[in-house]
């Protein structure tokens, strides 16, 4: 009875208890985090399109938190990992909203507003997107649930206001850019007006290849229009390419001629990328490849959009009045032109759920900025509630019979009560205190890290075992100097293998092997040794020792 009461006296036995009892406070009052595993979600891994420098990569992340964090969602998080990952985890599985979310994430989000090839602004430049129903933000009638209806489309309307510097420009820019056609004497005076186009992610380091025919027919869709993908019927399309600012070279039955070779192979310097339509032959993208070019090929989306148009990231074109260029009413003099800050951007689309998913992309777009490096990549992998639930069942049945298989080989091995309930004891103390750690540091558990809790159990069983036959092991004229000989020989071992396995495991958190995967894994392992190394491995030797002398 002495010696029980002189080992919960034991500083180390003590302090593995005191931790067990603070991890255990910390699971009742902060409780556990699960990760998509379990609760359902779903987990976005962006590749980055280049290495970035640690500035971009933060930029990177909190941008693309505040695009997810648009959507209104909870338990998000996201954060960079390796050296050109960023792991997105968010608490959706509707597909429509993955793939909304996901599109959002893909764009790099670079807005451009240009005319007779002039830039006139850019995202950069907006200082509010004005999200006030009353100032012409979302539809027209909001108390109609179906929107606006014209023509059979819905229509959508964003306002925004500009910088000065940038509204000076617009301003100048676009002053004159009407012509009067005509007059009458009931409608008065009728102009022909120029529009400005409104570009996302201008491919401005790349070239177009396409069939001359496609060219031809996106020329007559163009003309034609689509209102229901935003498209305004009437848009030439050299003025579309004009204002791309993108070369592109039309291949006919005949192939690439030598003057397109050359002036392709000149332009490899300021060009990195070929965009290609998938009508382009081998042999082309061969001769594009020895060129210098990454040739990338850019599948139609739909008959009925042309390829130039979305190929370019052209999204809108918007046609000036007379009243903006200074023509109604008439104003000669540059000097004297009005100057306007506060602009709008109006789409159209078949429905209304269609509409109102442009309107809130393009406003998150406009709200968060652009990345200042394009995205490579986007993958996705989505578990459901459901089936979360299941694994995590699974997982607690799979827990529950490894203790006790466990249990069955550890009284097999020693047929001591004494000895054998100890190291069950501290097996368990383990798991409270990784699942402590874990609530406090708030890792999301998911089966990576779950799975990592299994491994450092076994390794901290086996562990126990080599102290409990090191102190088992033979006599020694000095029972206490023995036992304390026996326990630094076995705390060698142990050492080396919690080591080993830190070392192991560091290069996944630091260099992004497994691309988060692993992540949860590596870290509970790592949290493992240390706690063992630290606190239930010198407790147990204190129990062990105890247990060993009766």
């Known amino acids: 009875m002495s010696e029980a009461k002189a080992l919960l006296k034991n500083y180390k036995v003590l302090f593995m208890l005191a931790c067990v009892a603070i991890s255990i406070l910390a699971i009742l009052f902060l409780g556990i985090q699960f990760g998509i595993d379990f609760k359902g979600g779903t987990l976005f891994q962006i590749h980055l399109a280049q290495k970035p420098t640690s500035s971009q990569l933060s930029t990177i992340t909190t941008i693309i938190q505040q695009r997810i964090d648009s959507f209104g969602l909870k338990d998000t998080l996201v954060k960079s990992f390796g050296e050109d990952f960023v792991i997105a985890q968010i608490a959706e599985t509707d597909p429509q909203k993955i793939q909304q979310i996901e599109s959002i994430i893909r764009t790099q989000g670079k807005f451009e507003s240009i005319m007779d090839g002039n830039v006139l602004f850019t995202g950069s430049d907006l200082i509010q997107v004005i999200k006030d129903p009353a100032k012409g933000y979302g539809y027209s009638q909001a108390n ?108 006919d039955q005949n192939g690439i001629t030598p003057e397109q070779t050359e002036t392709i192979a000149k332009l490899s310097g300021t060009r990195l990328e070929a965009l290609v339509h998938p009508e382009i032959s081998a042999q082309i993208r061969g001769t594009l490849k020895q060129g210098g070019y990454k040739v990338r090929e ?149 089966l990576a890290s779950v799975t990592g809790i299994l491994a450092v159990i076994g390794t901290g069983v086996d562990h126990q075992i080599i102290i409990t036959d090191e102190l088992l092991r033979g006599e020694a004229t000095s029972v206490s100097e023995s036992l304390v000989a ?13 080591t080993v396995s830190i070392a192991t495991m560091l290069p996944i958190i630091f260099f992004g092997l497994g691309l988060g995967k692993l992540l949860g894994f590596a870290v509970i392992t790592i949290a493992g040794a240390l706690i063992a190394v630290g606190i239930s491995r010198p407790g147990f030797a204190e129990i062990a020792k105890w247990a060993v002398k009766k």
């Open 298 to 446: 850019a599948v139609q989306k739909s008959a009925d959009i042309p390829w130039v148009w979305a190929v370019t990231g052209a999204k809108q074109t918007i046609s000036l009045t007379p009243g903006i260029t200074g023509y109604d009413p008439y104003v000669s003099d540059i000097s004297d032109a009005k100057i306007f800050s506060d602009l709008i951007i109006t789409g159209t689309a078949a429905d209304f759920p269609t509409a109102q998913a442009r309107l809130e992309s393009l406003t998150i777009l406009l709200e968060t900025g652009s990345l200042p490096i394009p995205i490579d990549d986007v993958s996705n992998e989505t578990i459901s509630p459901f089936l979360g639930k299941e694994f995590l069942d699974a997982t607690i049945i799979i827990g529950a019979i490894s203790l006790i298989v466990v249990a069955l080989v550890i009284f097999a091995r020693y047929r001591r009560i004494r000895i054998s309930i100890p190291i069950l004891f501290t097996g368990a103390s383990e798991v409270l205190l990784l699942l402590g750690f874990a609530a406090i540091v708030r890792i999301n558990l998911d």
């Open 144 to 251: 109609q649930p179906q929107g606006i209806k014209q023509g059979g489309v819905v229509t959508w309307t964003l306002p925004f206001k500009l910088n000065q510097q940038a509204a000076s420009k617009f301003s100048r820019g676009i002053f004159h850019k009407c012509e009067t056609t005509s007059f009458s004497v009931d409608q008065g005076n009728q102009y022909n007006c120029q529009a400005t186009y409104f570009f996302i992610d201008r491919p401005s380091n790349a070239i177009l290849v396409l069939p001359a025919a496609v060219f031809d027919n996106d020329a007559e869709l163009l003309k034609t229009g689509n209102q229901t993908e935003d498209i305004n019927p009437n848009i030439d399309i050299d003025e579309l390419m004009l204002n791309a600012q993108t070369p592109y070279f039309l291949i």
């Open 486 to 498: 026996r326990v630094k020989k076995a705390f060698f071992i142990i050492f080396a293998a919690a």
